[in-house]
């Protein structure tokens, strides 16, 4: 055990190296054996703090999304308009897409291998996607209403959304420039143009 963290720090350390494996390799093809090798825990260790599996992907989900969004509040104290902080969201895609680091999104990989609504990973996912639509929201209610704003808060999360997943298919360049132009083109509209 020569470099890894001892007492309260394992287990963070664990979701951690949980969190690198399962954005490399996916969640149902990385057993529980191999995040206790990485981790250098004991298989006790490992059970005291993640009873289950399922356990650990929450923490692992809510350890990425809390990190998330202490990146774009970071980036939003930079901003001072709506539409700049809203850009900055934009920005942050734009940045993670061109990183070494890009594996997609771990929330729609997640979605993707728990399917059922019930499922804790399903509902630590919808949270995520939900904060971030309800963060678009509150910044777009200082220049349009609240109905409107819900509106436009959510097909910005489907601009992102897609963006991601074209990013993922070696598109990112493309994908962030056009989900820009459209996020804005939306917000930009006339209230007129966004009713159903």
């Known amino acids: 055990m020569s470099s890894s963290p001892l007492g309260s720090d394992k287990r963070r350390y664990v979701v951690e190296t949980a ?10 093809a990385t057993g529980i054996d191999r995040i206790i090798a990485e981790a250098e825990v004991a298989k006790m260790t ?9 356990d650990l992907i ?3 989900l809510d350890y ?6 202490r990146q774009l509040d970071r980036l939003a104290e ?11 969201i934009f ?7 061109r990183s070494a680091d ?27 996607k939900n904060g971030l639509r309800r963060r678009m929201q509150s910044i777009l209610e200082d220049i349009m209403p609240p109905d409107r704003a819900a509106s436009t ?4 999360l489907m601009l992102i959304e897609g963006a991601t997943l074209m990013a993922e298919m070696g598109q990112a360049d493309t994908a962030i420039c056009d989900a820009r132009k459209a996020a804005f083109s939306i917000i930009a509209a006339p209230s007129a143009m966004t009713a159903p």
């Open 19 to 28: 969190y690198a494996l399962f954005k490399r390799d996916g969640f149902h």
């Open 78 to 88: 930079e901003a001072v308009t709506p539409e700049q902080k809203i850009a900055t």
């Open 102 to 128: 890009f594996h997609g999104c771990l929330f729609a990989h997640a979605l993707a291998e728990f399917g059922n609504p019930e499922h804790p990973v399903f509902k630590a996912v919808a949270g995520q």
């Open 58 to 60: 929450v923490q692992v």
């Open 91 to 97: 920005d942050w895609y734009e940045r993670w897409f």
């Open 64 to 69: 990425r999304a809390r990190r998330f969004d």
């Open 153 to 156: 808060a959510a097909a910005l």
């Open 46 to 54: 490992m059970y005291r703090h993640f009873p289950s599996k399922d």
